[in-house]
């Protein structure tokens, strides 16, 4: 790191005397004035010396200056002031400062060449060798608002000498080297004057004089956290106090983040505090969700705090606090997600990780928590989501019969899972579980339709229409399929909501009939409730379909309301196939009627089918129904002969031979 240096002095008045850097007008002019001596005289030591920091505005640096009264000048009031300035952009480059003290250097005589103080100082970074010696004799509350006031940088902090000045030297560089370069880049620090000194149109943020001082016990600042209240802030102090150099090299590490936020100041320094306890052995177990609530207290936004979070959330560090499950499971529950990119610190490889190294039931038994919180984030559900990612269809039944809870969590936070066809080899209460799941969001890449077709329609649960219609899209001959199973002799219940849909489509009904043997009771029932007998559908498609139709009805006990619905289905053609059929029903049609057991919805249903009689026959729908059926058989072109043997009535063919000769 490149300083540069200055050096003030008497020459006909106070002047630059030597420099390695020409600064702007108005900053060289306020190092003229600052380097000018104070008027510092230590009562304790008579000691003249003193330093000063300060920031430059115009050329962006920063100044750690010492000065020495000059008794050897014959003017009185001259010093010496050696200036060390450095580019605030830098400050980050450097963490030892305490090496600067033994860069200034007093001039040794009045006519020397100066030629040293005009070349800039390369500073290589020198490693802080353990720890300074503590600085004793300093009052714990006085100091307290000393750090605080300096914090704030709000209020200035006057305090008086009481002590050489070499200790006061010691100790506003012990705050330089503490303090993250976000706050020392606006503050100004003088160690020693004769009373309160000016700072541009302030005052210096602390200043020690040798004349009246006074200790500010004023309200605390509202924007720092009261130190009495905060252990971090307390641990802070100490460190400055007992010369720690460890701690004051995190902070520099951290400053970037820290800004000149007190907040964020404050949220570090209790986090340097849990890990310092923690290393030494001393700390309590408080876990991972300390970490995070001052790791989220300190900095919310996700992009804030990126080295201090790592860090912190490092697994060497983390380790210190919980095991590798705990902090998997903590940051896969805390609501203060939002705060952390978890990329930074590898979460998903740390899983991995965990997941190579474990038992695969201590990795279920993680699964397992996760799946019981009731609350997970977008990483915690990541988690769970991809938790069977690179398992082989086995593993992921072993696993589904290990933990049937857990198994259902993980599928519905990744459905996915479900474009396998696994699933539907499984036990009905699982399967219905899991179709539930799949039924809120269908996998992209799930191509197994038939194979779910087959397995539903034996399952009595309820069906979405927008799966009904993949299955009409992706499933050949669907109603075929579900007409076939119900059809069988050791049939088992079909699914309502599938059947419904499938006798909606009148024609594929009625194209898997015609090509049946027998149809038994419950579809013959089924056709009968879903399509009318006279419907377009069912004149256009023939005859021939309705074959098994017509056997099943008449295989058994016939009653004529129920062959009522055969009846209407013969008179939609004029051929042998529903000539047939109306020979067979039209007995048991006739016989109801004489007997009048035929009911009212029934006759409603014929009697568009039958003939007219006179207004004083008109109770005679025996008479009716005959000469509908002469009508029919006009149409047909019958003979004598096929009417006198119609059907196995007697007394019916009678009647309907007497109507056929009056035709």
């Avoid at 503050?187 to 009373?195: K, P, V």
């Avoid at 539907?424 to 579980?433: D, G, K, R, S, W």
Wanted: glycine share 6%.
């Amino acid at each position: 790191m490149q300083i540069d240096q200055l050096l003030h002095g008497y020459n006909n008045g106070h002047h630059l005397i030597a420099g390695s850097v020409s600064l702007p007008l108005h900053d060289a002019d306020m190092m003229s004035y600052l380097s000018d001596w104070s008027g510092y005289v230590n009562p304790i030591d008579k000691d003249t010396s003193y330093i000063t920091a300060y920031p430059l505005e115009e050329s962006q640096s920063y100044v750690i200056a010492k000065s020495w009264y000059a008794d050897e000048m014959s003017r009185p009031g001259c010093v010496w002031t050696h200036s060390l300035v450095i580019k605030q952009d830098s400050l980050g480059q450097y963490t030892n400062f305490y090496e600067l003290l033994k860069l200034f250097r007093r001039p040794e005589r009045v006519d020397e060449d100066f030629i040293a103080y005009t070349k800039p100082i390369i500073l290589k970074e020198e490693k802080m060798q353990g720890r300074r010696e503590p600085l004793n004799g300093i009052d714990p509350t006085r100091f307290m608002f000393l750090c605080a006031f300096l914090l704030d940088m709000q209020k200035p902090a006057v305090y008086a000498v009481e002590k050489p000045s070499e200790d006061y030297i010691e100790l506003c560089m012990r705050l330089i080297q503490n303090i993250p370069y976000g706050f020392l880049k606006g503050m100004a620090i003088c160690s020693g004057s004769a009373s309160a000194r000016k700072f541009g149109n302030g005052f210096y943020n602390l200043q020690f004089v040798a004349g009246k001082g006074e200790t500010l016990m004023e309200p605390y600042p509202d924007n720092v956290n009261k130190p009495t209240a905060d252990v971090g802030f307390q641990f802070w102090m100490d460190s400055v106090l007992d010369g720690r150099n460890d701690v004051s090299q995190m902070l520099h590490l951290f400053s970037d983040d820290i800004g000149r936020d007190s907040t964020k100041f404050l949220a570090t320094v209790n986090l340097l505090k849990l890990l310092d306890e923690k290393i030494s052995g001393r700390g309590e177990d408080v876990g991972i969700g300390l970490i995070l609530n001052h790791l989220e207290g300190g900095f919310k936004d996700k992009d804030s705090g990126a080295t201090v979070k790592k860090a912190f959330l490092s697994e060497p560090v983390s380790k210190l606090f919980c095991d590798e499950r705990r902090f998997i499971v903590e940051l896969s529950k805390t609501s203060k997600f939002g705060s952390f990119d978890y990329q930074v610190f590898d979460f998903s490889s740390r899983v991995e990780d965990y997941r190579k190294k474990q038992r695969i039931e201590d990795y279920v038994s993680l699964l397992v928590e996760l799946s019981k919180a009731d609350y997970l984030n977008d990483e915690g559900k990541a988690l769970l989501s991809n938790a069977l990612d690179g398992l082989t269809k086995e593993e992921i039944v072993a696993l589904l019969n290990h933990d049937w809870a857990l198994f259902k969590s993980i599928v519905t936070l990744n459905n996915q899972i479900l474009a396998e066809d696994f699933w539907l080899e499984l036990m009905p209460t699982q399967f219905i579980a899991l179709f539930f799941i799949f039924q809120r969001n269908v996998p992209e890449k799930f191509d197994a339709w038939e194979k779910l077709y087959k397995k539903l329609l034996t399952i009595d649960t309820f069906v979405a229409d927008y799966i009904l219609s993949e299955f009409v899209a992706h499933v050949d001959e669907y109603v075929a399929i579900a007409l076939d199973q119900w059809n069988q002799p050791n049939r088992v219940p079909i699914n309502k909501i599938i059947l419904k849909h499938c006798l909606m489509q009148r024609s594929r009904v009625i194209a898997w009939m015609g090509k049946q043997g027998m149809v038994n009771d419950s579809i013959r029932a089924a056709i009968k409730k879903h399509i009318e007998p006279d419907d377009s559908v069912v004149v256009s498609m023939g005859s021939i379909a309705w074959k098994a139709f017509v056997e099943g009805e008449l295989s058994g006990k016939c009653e004529a309301n129920e062959l009522v619905y055969v009846y209407v289905l013969a008179f939609n053609w004029r051929d042998f196939n529903s000539l047939g059929y109306l020979k067979r029903v039209l007995p048991f049609i006739y016989e109801a009627l004489s007997l009048e057991t035929l009911s009212y919805s029934s006759w409603q249903r014929i009697e568009k089918f039958t003939g007219a009689v006179p207004f004083w026959r008109s109770w005679d729908n025996c008479r009716k129904v005959l000469l509908g059926v002469r009508d029919y058989c006009k149409s047909m072109n019958l003979r004598d002969a096929d009417i006198e043997n119609f059907t196995t009535n007697k007394k019916l063919n009678g009647e309907l031979m007497e109507l056929w000769r009056k035709r």
